[in-house]
Each structure stands twice: as structure tokens, then as C-alpha cells.
């Protein structure tokens, strides 16, 4: 059956936001078990983690600004090859679109930080009279930021793709 889905067009459009699903899915009931198991002696935690949140996104969003610049030049590098035009065009395309995902995972980055922000104002709210309230909320923050870790988590294989492309590129440079 798996095999078959993979077959379809439509199930590689429909991966990954499933695996997400999962992933956030799972993450909340792990930072809820966690809050759970130790009688919310983890809230320390939790809260010392996501008062870091603020500045990682600033640097996840810098180095975006880097990884974007360098994929760039490796578009130029490739654009400038004298080899069989089918294969220069696809690499161009794959880069083209490393660079949109790149955008598009330091976009969603700073989403998640304003998701995050949002969340810690209503727990303020309704969170004071409830454990479980407050527990419930700092699962969904805990899940976010897991989140933005694997955002930039996709950032850095996107830069390991783009070195990989360099490579070949230099590679065949010297074969010259």
C-alpha cells in the first residue's frame, strides 16, 4: 500500500504537511507528559527555553539572509557551466526552489514567534486559575518552538544541499 501512495503525485504533496501534523502533534503531548510527570516542576524549564525563543529567530532569520546570498552565487556558478544545458536548467530549478523554501522557513519562523506571543498573552489570561490550563498552554508554546527548531533544522540541510551543489560545480571546474 505504501508503495502505491508513493506512486501518487498527490501523496508527495500531502507528506510532509502530514509529518508536521505529526511532529507538532507529538511534541505537544511530550512537552504535556514532561509538565505532567514532573507536577509541573518542568514550567522552569519550559519557560527558561522559550524566553530564549525571541533571539533564535533573529538568528535563524540572519542566517537566512546568508543562506540566501550563498545559494544565490551558486545559481551564478551554474548558470555560467557550459555542459548539458537539460541537466544546468534542472539544477536551476532545484535551486530556485531551495531558495523560495528558504524564504518561505524564515517567514514561518517568524509566524511561529508571533503564534508563540499570542499563546503566552491568553495563557496569561485564562491560565491563572488552572494547572491543567497552564500546562496546556505551555505544551502548545513548547510545541512551537520545537517546531521552529525543526524549521531551522530544514534551514541548514537547505544550506548542506547547496554545498553539495558547489561541489559538483567546482568538481567539474577542475576536471577542466
Not at 510532509?16 to 502533534?25: A, E, Q, R, S, V
Amino acid at each position: 500500500m505504501l508503495k502505491f501512495m508513493r506512486q501518487l503525485n498527490i501523496w508527495v504533496k500531502v507528506k510532509k504537511p502530514l509529518l508536521i501534523g505529526l511532529y507538532i502533534l507529538v511534541s505537544l503531548i511530550l512537552c504535556f507528559a514532561v509538565l505532567h510527570i514532573t507536577n509541573g516542576a518542568a514550567k522552569k524549564l519550559f519557560d527558561t527555553v522559550l524566553a530564549v525563543f525571541p533571539f533564535f529567530v533573529t538568528a535563524a532569520s540572519a542566517l537566512t539572509w546568508a543562506l540566501f546570498n550563498y545559494i544565490e552565487g551558486v545559481l551564478k556558478d551554474v548558470s555560467e557551466l557550459k555542459a548539458a544545458q537539460k541537466k544546468i536548467d534542472k539544477a536551476i530549478n532545484l535551486l530556485t526552489d531551495l531558495k523560495n523554501e528558504v524564504i518561505s522557513n524564515a517567514a514561518f519562523i517568524i509566524l511561529l514567534l508571533i503564534l508563540d506571543a499570542v499563546f503566552n498573552g491568553i495563557s496569561s489570561l485564562y491560565g491563572g486559575d488552572s494547572t491543567l490550563a497552564q500546562w496546556l498552554f505551555l505544551s502548545v508554546r513548547g510545541a512551537i518552538i520545537s517546531l521552529a527548531i525543526y524549521a531551522a533544522h530544514d534551514q541548514f540541510q537547505g544550506f548542506k544541499t547547496a554545498q553539495q551543489f558547489r561541489l559538483v560545480i567546482n568538481q567539474g571546474k577542475n576536471k577542466k
